[in-house]
C-alpha cells in the first residue's frame, strides 16, 4: 500500500481506529491460502493465473477511524465488494487480520461474530434486498425481529427510524408500492435500526437517478450529522465521493493505490492511474482555501475574509471580485493567511 501524500485534513473528526485491516488477502480458488505462503505473499499474477486463482485483494491495510465516512472507490472488479465483505467478515479472507476495536475478528469464535455482526455492523446494499412480501414497517423491524426483540419494541423502533429517513406515513406500504429513492431510504432505515456502530454502504444509491441521488447524498449527510456512525461507503463515483467523504481509499486491481482527503488525491495523486482517475473532477468543489492560501496577509484587505477550511467553489465569486488579495481566516476567526485572486483563477482553470 502507498503512504497517503501530506497531512491530513480530518477537521474536528475523532482520531482512534474503529475497524482495521492488515495484509489482508483474499484470493479465490483452490488451496489459495497453501499457494500464498509458499510464495511469501509475493506471488505474481501468472502465477495465480497458472493455478487459477483470482487475487481479489493483496496486502490491503487501511485504519478506519471512529466517526469518519470513509469511502472505498475504483472500477468494477478492483476489490471493493470484496473488501467490505472480508472487513465484516462475512467472507473470510485468504490471509491478514481485520482489526475491530483492535480485535482480531479472524480469530473471534462464529457466534460471537455472528452477535458483533447483528448488533454493531449493518450493511445496505445496491439493490435495496427488501423482503417482498412484508411491509415497510415489517421490512425495517426485521433485524431487530432476528435479534429476538418482541414485536411491540421493535415496531415503534422501527417507526422510529422510518419518520427519520422522510417516510412516516408509509409504514403499511409494501416495497414495490414505493419509488427506487424510497425503498433505498426503506433500506437506510432498516440497516440503522440496530443502531450499529459501524454502518457498511456498497454503492447503495448508484441505481437512482442523479436528483434523487443527490438527495439521498444529503440525507445521508444529515443522518451522520446526528448519528455520528463509523462509514464505509463504496461508490464508482468521484463526485459522489468528493460530497460525503473524509476520506477515501482507491483500489485498482485489489490493491489501494491511495488514500487521503479528496483534496489530497486531486493535488497530489500518488500514481499515473490516481491522476486519470481524479482528472475530470472540478477541482473548486474539493481545494480548499488553505491548500492555496499564502502565509503573509499584509496588504491583503481586512473586510470580509474567508474561511480556511472553505472550498473554493464557495468563496470564488466573492474573492474574484476583491480589489487585491482577501483575507483568510480559521475557524476562530484568527486570521492565517491571504488568498490572491490568480491563485483562485489557477484552480478554476488549471490548464491556462
Ligand atoms: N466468489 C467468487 N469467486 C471467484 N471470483 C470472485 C468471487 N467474487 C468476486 N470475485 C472476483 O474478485 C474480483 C473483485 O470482485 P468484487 O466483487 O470485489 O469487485 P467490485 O470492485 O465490488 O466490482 P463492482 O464495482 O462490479 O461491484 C473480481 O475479479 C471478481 O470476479
Ligand atoms: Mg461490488
Redesign the pocket.
Given at each position: 500500500m502507498r503512504a497517503s501524500a501530506g497531512p491530513e485534513n480530518t477537521g474536528d473528526r475523532p482520531q482512534s481506529t474503529k475497524l482495521a485491516c492488515r495484509g489482508l488477502w483474499k484470493v479465490?480458488g483452490s488451496n489459495a491460502a497453501r499457494i500464498l505462503q509458499q510464495r511469501n505473499f509475493t506471488p505474481t499474477s501468472e502465477l495465480l493465473q497458472s493455478h487459477g486463482l483470482?487475487a481479489?485483494l493483496r496486502d490491503v491495510s487501511v485504519d478506519i477511524r471512529e466517526g469518519e465516512i470513509f469511502v472505498i472507490m475504483?472500477l468494477?472488479?478492483?476489490?471493493?465488494?470484496?473488501l467490505v465483505r472480508c472487513l465484516s467478515l462475512l467472507i473470510e479472507p485468504t490471509a491478514g487480520q481485520v482489526l475491530f476495536e483492535n480485535r482480531d475478528l479472524v480469530t473471534v469464535p462464529e457466534k460471537e461474530l455472528i452477535w458483533l455482526r447483528r448488533h454493531k455492523m449493518s450493511m445496505v446494499f445496491q439493490h435495496f434486498a427488501l423482503l417482498p412480501h412484508l411491509t415497510v414497517l415489517q421490512n425495517v423491524a426485521f433485524p431487530l425481529e432476528i435479534q429476538g426483540i418482541g414485536q411491540p419494541t421493535r415496531e415503534s423502533r422501527a417507526a422510529e427510524m422510518i419518520e427519520l429517513v422522510g417516510l412516516k406515513g408509509r409504514e403499511g406500504n409494501y416495497p414495490r408500492e414505493l419509488s427506487g429513492g424510497q425503498r433505498q431510504r426503506v433500506g437506510i432505515a432498516r440497516s440503522l435500526t440496530t443502531e450499529p456502530e459501524v454502518w457498511f454502504l456498497d454503492?447503495p444509491f448508484s441505481a437512482l437517478d442523479p436528483l434523487i441521488r443527490r438527495e439521498l447524498q444529503n440525507e445521508l449527510l444529515r443522518l451522520q450529522r446526528i448519528l455520528r456512525k463509523t462509514v464505509i461507503f463504496i461508490t464508482?463515483d468521484f463526485d459522489e465521493a468528493v460530497r460525503i467523504a473524509d476520506r477515501v481509499a482507491i483500489?485498482k486491481d485489489g490493491i489501494v493505490e491511495q488514500i487521503g482527503s479528496p483534496e489530497q488525491l486531486v493535488l497530489s495523486p500518488a500514481t499515473d492511474y490516481i491522476a486519470e482517475f481524479t482528472r475530470h473532477v472540478s477541482r473548486a468543489k474539493v481545494v480548499t482555501v488553505a491548500a492555496i492560501m499564502q502565509r503573509d496577509w499584509q496588504g491583503a484587505s481586512a473586510a470580509n475574509p474567508v474561511k480556511s477550511n472553505c472550498r473554493i467553489e464557495t468563496v470564488a465569486r466573492q474573492v474574484l471580485d476583491s480589489e487585491g488579495a482577501t483575507r483568510v481566516v480559521d475557524d476562530a476567526g484568527r486570521v492565517v493567511g491571504a488568498v490572491s485572486r490568480d491563485a483562485v483563477l489557477s484552480v478554476l482553470f488549471p490548464e491556462s
Amino acid at each position: 500500500m502507498r503512504a497517503s501524500a501530506g497531512p491530513e485534513n480530518t477537521g474536528d473528526r475523532p482520531q482512534s481506529t474503529k475497524l482495521a485491516c492488515r495484509g489482508l488477502w483474499k484470493v479465490y480458488g483452490s488451496n489459495a491460502a497453501r499457494i500464498l505462503q509458499q510464495r511469501n505473499f509475493t506471488p505474481t499474477s501468472e502465477l495465480l493465473q497458472s493455478h487459477g486463482l483470482v487475487a481479489a485483494l493483496r496486502d490491503v491495510s487501511v485504519d478506519i477511524r471512529e466517526g469518519e465516512i470513509f469511502v472505498i472507490m475504483g472500477l468494477s472488479g478492483s476489490g471493493k465488494s470484496t473488501l467490505v465483505r472480508c472487513l465484516s467478515l462475512l467472507i473470510e479472507p485468504t490471509a491478514g487480520q481485520v482489526l475491530f476495536e483492535n480485535r482480531d475478528l479472524v480469530t473471534v469464535p462464529e457466534k460471537e461474530l455472528i452477535w458483533l455482526r447483528r448488533h454493531k455492523m449493518s450493511m445496505v446494499f445496491q439493490h435495496f434486498a427488501l423482503l417482498p412480501h412484508l411491509t415497510v414497517l415489517q421490512n425495517v423491524a426485521f433485524p431487530l425481529e432476528i435479534q429476538g426483540i418482541g414485536q411491540p419494541t421493535r415496531e415503534s423502533r422501527a417507526a422510529e427510524m422510518i419518520e427519520l429517513v422522510g417516510l412516516k406515513g408509509r409504514e403499511g406500504n409494501y416495497p414495490r408500492e414505493l419509488s427506487g429513492g424510497q425503498r433505498q431510504r426503506v433500506g437506510i432505515a432498516r440497516s440503522l435500526t440496530t443502531e450499529p456502530e459501524v454502518w457498511f454502504l456498497d454503492e447503495p444509491f448508484s441505481a437512482l437517478d442523479p436528483l434523487i441521488r443527490r438527495e439521498l447524498q444529503n440525507e445521508l449527510l444529515r443522518l451522520q450529522r446526528i448519528l455520528r456512525k463509523t462509514v464505509i461507503f463504496i461508490t464508482h463515483d468521484f463526485d459522489e465521493a468528493v460530497r460525503i467523504a473524509d476520506r477515501v481509499a482507491i483500489l485498482k486491481d485489489g490493491i489501494v493505490e491511495q488514500i487521503g482527503s479528496p483534496e489530497q488525491l486531486v493535488l497530489s495523486p500518488a500514481t499515473d492511474y490516481i491522476a486519470e482517475f481524479t482528472r475530470h473532477v472540478s477541482r473548486a468543489k474539493v481545494v480548499t482555501v488553505a491548500a492555496i492560501m499564502q502565509r503573509d496577509w499584509q496588504g491583503a484587505s481586512a473586510a470580509n475574509p474567508v474561511k480556511s477550511n472553505c472550498r473554493i467553489e464557495t468563496v470564488a465569486r466573492q474573492v474574484l471580485d476583491s480589489e487585491g488579495a482577501t483575507r483568510v481566516v480559521d475557524d476562530a476567526g484568527r486570521v492565517v493567511g491571504a488568498v490572491s485572486r490568480d491563485a483562485v483563477l489557477s484552480v478554476l482553470f488549471p490548464e491556462s
